[in-house]
């Protein structure tokens, strides 16, 4: 099974701190990881990571991807209230169809 | 921005009823896939379509469930005989075939069975 493992399950942090998700996964077939913040409905699209050490960024949020240890963090600094949602860390398969293999998320609470 | 537009965005039907879940995937793109989250649970592959195929199928695609693209615009999932597990969202996701991309996912429909 290509299992994708996140941590910690949920977050409570007040408006203002620095928090670090993490996202573990599977060797087998690896192509790529992602990243996506579920807030009611769809997932949207925060990140795609396939090289290791490369940092990649969109304005508070930053993601790096470590092939050698099979992990992801996914960093948010200076939370907002906006900011609370799950995120979800997805490896895509390196088969043609190249399915998304999920974790159970991250639910993260941002108190004002 | 395009989006993958699915209908309707909650459905309620009764146990042994069909269901016929409706997306319009982005225009250009080629491949083509269902997923669903059961409430609490983690969102979870059902199938991926390409070139007018299934190309891949999860265990929990079993023979009451199949796809479509009837017209080359919509993508539909059949659901023919519901059971009360399989009341959970369900997430129709598109994506071009080039390497460099992020899925691009429908806002879901919520199907209920009762």
């Known amino acids: 099974e290509d299992k994708v493992v996140q941590s910690p399950l949920s977050l409570v942090v007040h408006e203002g701190d620095t928090v670090t998700l993490n996202c573990s996964y599977e060797v087998t077939n690896f192509r790529s990881l992602l990243w996506y913040k579920q807030e009611k409905k769809a997932p949207t699209f925060l990140f795609m990571l396939?090289?290791?050490?490369i940092e990649k960024k969109s304005g508070r949020l930053s993601s790096i991807l470590d092939k050698k240890e099979l992990f992801s963090i996914l960093n948010i600094t200076a939370t907002q209230t906006g900011d609370s949602a799950v995120y979800l860390c997805a490896r895509i398969s390196n088969f043609g169809n190249e399915k998304l293999t999920f974790g159970t998320g991250t639910r993260l609470t941002i108190i004002p | 921005e395009p989006e993958v537009t699915q209908t309707p965005s909650h459905q309620v039907t009764q146990m042994g009823q069909e269901v016929i879940l409706r997306c319009v995937p982005i225009?250009?793109?080629?491949?083509f896939y269902w997923y669903r989250q059961i409430l609490g649970q983690k969102v979870e592959f059902l199938v991926s379509f390409y070139n007018n195929e299934i190309s891949e199928k999860s265990e929990i695609f079993d023979d009451q469930f199949s796809v479509e693209r009837p017209d080359g615009s919509n993508f539909t999932l059949k659901i023919r005989s519901t059971k009360l597990e399989d009341s959970a969202m369900y997430f129709c996701?598109?994506?071009?075939?080039?390497?460099?991309?992020?899925?691009?996912f429908g806002s879901g429909t919520r199907l209920t069975v009762v």
């Open positions: 396939t090289s290791s050490g």
């Open positions: 996701a598109s994506r071009t075939g080039r390497a460099n991309y992020g899925y691009t």
């Open positions: 225009s250009n793109h080629l491949y």
